[in-house]
């Protein structure tokens, strides 16, 4: 692809992106507010959800945020009767997090919300468009993560 034409696509991406996640993002805060979670929030209780019992450290770090911000969403998620706390079996200075039943049930209910409003926004394009989209989807993320 040329520059001038790389630059156009480039610019038209900026342009259309922006729509696409606050849309996104639209559907998906309605979902969030009713289950009074924040996007930083969901995101820990999933980050939790993957990796089933999770040290504080690995938490702020795969969110990219301080120990502080961490330990402040997860103490909010513990107040919210989602996560508990439970001693490393092997050492007990290490505090690992874990979701309660009730976390599961939330985590599931957005995960769900989250699915429908992917589902709303691709239900237009036929299942070859939604294929290569994926396709394309993936090349980037490679791209940006140097696989």
């Known amino acids: 692809m040329s520059e001038k034409k790389l630059s156009s696509f480039s610019q038209e991406v900026l342009d259309i992106m922006p729509y696409i996640v606050r849309g996104m993002f639209r559907k998906h805060k309605d979902q969030l507010g009713r289950g009074l979670l924040s996007v930083p929030q969901f995101l820990s209780l999933d980050l939790i959800d993957r990796n089933k019992a999770i040290p504080m450290k690995d938490i702020a770090k795969e969110l990219n945020v301080s120990l502080p911000a961490a330990t402040g969403i997860v103490e909010r998620l513990y107040k919210l009767g989602l996560v508990k706390r439970i001693a ?6 290490i505090i690992k997090i874990i979701l309660t039943p009730k976390g599961e049930r939330v985590l599931e209910n957005t995960r769900r919300a989250r699915r429908e409003a992917v589902e709303e926004a691709f239900s237009s394009l036929t299942n ?6 994926l396709e394309i989807l993936k090349k980037v993320k490679d791209n940006i993560y140097g696989k």
């Not at 490393?88 to 200075?93: A, G, P």
């Not at 070859?128 to 989209?133: A, H, L, T, V």
């Open 128 to 133: 070859k468009e939604r294929k290569i989209y």
């Open 88 to 93: 490393d079996s092997q050492d007990r200075r």
